[in-house]
Each structure stands twice: as C-alpha cells, then as structure tokens.
C-alpha cells in the first residue's frame, strides 16, 4: 500500500514555473515507478511523465518534453515535477501515481496508487 499526497501547486503567470511535490507513505517508494499525470477542466486525464524506482530513466509525453523535469528523492520519498516555461494550456489538477515493478506505463489504469491532486493554474 501507497499513500501519497501533492502539494506545490498554484497560480503562476505563462512562462513562469513551479516545482510540484509529491511524499509518499511506507517502505514502498523506492521500488515504484513514479508518474505524473494532469487533467484540465472537461478533459480525459493524460500523462504527463514517469520515472523509474532508481530514478536512472525518466519518459515524457511530448507537450511538456524540454519543459517539465521529474525527479525523486528515494531517501525522503518524495517525487517532485519541475515544471518551466508554463503555458495557459498546462492548466490542469496534477496527480502523482505509484506502481510496483520498473516498466514504465503512460496508462492511467496501470497505477494503482493515486494522489488526491494539486491544481496548477497559468494564466495568459
């Protein structure tokens, strides 16, 4: 079992950036991939990137490559997306996911562990 809670979201002007948190509960952490994944206001939520258990391999999807960086911490399990040269449209709540193993998924419905959210607004 996971628990995982966000927090380092909010307003923020374009271009601007944030560093988004995401602790994690238990022994767990340092064997789970770790994601990110967003959803805006009346869309499907997406992912948005993952890192393996190590930390040694990151993937992103392509709207925020050369943007956003993710990163852990296994030693204070503690995820963190670095999030530079916003835009309007990265409008979204931010959730961090866990799974057990070291594939990487950008399926949602291949995380069983789920953070309750942390909302990032950019405005124009």
């Known amino acids: 079992q996971v628990q995982l809670v966000e927090s380092g979201g909010g307003l923020v002007q374009a271009g601007g950036s944030l560093r988004l948190s995401c602790v994690a509960s238990?022994?767990?952490?340092?064997?789970?991939?770790m994601g990110w994944f967003r959803q805006a206001p009346g869309a499907e939520r997406e992912f948005v990137a993952a890192?393996?258990?190590?930390?040694?391999?990151?993937t992103y999807a392509d709207s925020v490559k050369g943007r956003f960086a993710i990163s852990r911490d296994n030693t204070k399990n503690t995820l963190y997306l670095q999030m530079n040269s916003l835009k309007p449209e990265d409008t979204a709540v931010y959730y961090c996911?866990?799974?057990?193993?070291?594939?990487?998924?950008?399926?949602?419905?291949?995380?069983?562990?789920w953070g309750q959210g942390t909302q990032v607004t950019v405005s124009s």
């Open positions: 238990g022994r767990a952490f340092s064997n789970c991939i």
């Open positions: 996911a866990a799974r057990y193993g070291n594939i990487f998924s950008s399926l949602e419905k291949n995380y069983p562990y």
């Open positions: 890192i393996t258990s190590s930390g040694g391999s990151t």
